[in-house]
T-cell receptor, first 109, second 117 residues
Framework: TQLLEQSPQFLSIQEGENLTVYCNSSSVFSSLQWYRQEPGEGPVLLVTVVTGGEVKKLKRLTFQFGDARKDSSLHITAAQPGDTGLYLCAGKEGNMLTFGGGTRLMVKP | NAGVTQTPKFQVLKTGQSMTLQCAQDMNHEYMSWYRQDPGMGLRLIHYSVGAGITDQGEVPNGYNVSRSTTEDFPLRLLSAAPSQTSVYFC????????????????FGEGSRLTVL
């Protein structure tokens, strides 16, 4: 099983600030997904990246897959209180999706 | 719009008791899986199934059994509950996750919170 490490584990910022969350592994994934989870609910997919070097944008969120397909980052521009939640990366290996430990983000008004 | 339905939402067990967490999906997804979520550890895969009649182990299968007799249902059984199995359990399904190159989205249920005393 491939290990996915996310950093930071916790992040508390003010509204309007920018932030980056990292997802790193020593192994290669065929694809990588980012999910967001709110309290009392299951995770919801934000994006899937497949190709090394791929960049995808979702409004103020920018996702990048590393050239070697071992790491990924999520950058949020001008964070808003609605961005508060647990962000999880997940790498695909065969028929299994392995999740990182998550980054808990709090955006204060 | 049911999606993935898990029951029960909350359960308290005593050590050694058995129980089954139910999971049903109405999206005709061939892929189903069970995860447990513990603080600071993200989601860990327990078992998964790529279709009816086929199951396989994930990262943390010990203490859990599954079966997949229909496309819709994927129950998770705890045969003899232990305090270490106290966790939040999520069932998830996907249309296109199975297969090396496929990248299907996982749809999650709302979770089942289990406490073992």
């Amino acid at each position: 099983t491939q290990l996915l490490e996310q950093s930071p584990q916790f992040l508390s910022i003010q509204e309007g600030e920018n932030l980056t969350v990292y997802c790193n592994s020593s192994s290669v994934f065929s694809s990588l997904q980012w999910y967001r989870q709110e309290p009392g609910e299951g995770p919801v997919l934000l994006v899937t990246v497949v190709t090394g070097g791929e960049v995808k944008k979702l409004k103020r969120l920018t996702f990048q897959f590393g050239d070697a397909r071992k790491d990924s980052s999520l950058h949020i521009t001008a964070a808003q209180p609605g961005d508060t939640g647990l962000y999880l990366c997940a790498g695909k290996e065969g028929n299994m999706l392995t999740f990182g430990g998550g980054t808990r983000l709090m955006v204060k008004p | 719009n049911a999606g993935v339905t898990q029951t029960p939402k909350f359960q308290v067990l005593k050590t050694g008791q058995s129980m089954t967490l139910q999971c049903a999906q109405d999206m005709n997804h061939e892929y189903m899986s069970w995860y447990r979520q513990d603080p600071g550890m993200g989601l860990r895969l327990i078992h998964y199934s790529v279709g009816a009649g086929i199951t396989d182990q994930g990262e943390v299968p010990n203490g859990y059994n599954v079966s997949r007799s229909t496309t819709e249902d994927f129950p998770l059984r705890l045969l003899s509950a232990a305090p270490s199995q106290t966790s939040v359990y999520f069932c998830a399904s996907s249309k296109g996750l199975a297969g090396g190159a496929n990248t299907g989205e996982l749809f999650f249920g709302e979770g089942s919170r289990l406490t073992v005393l």
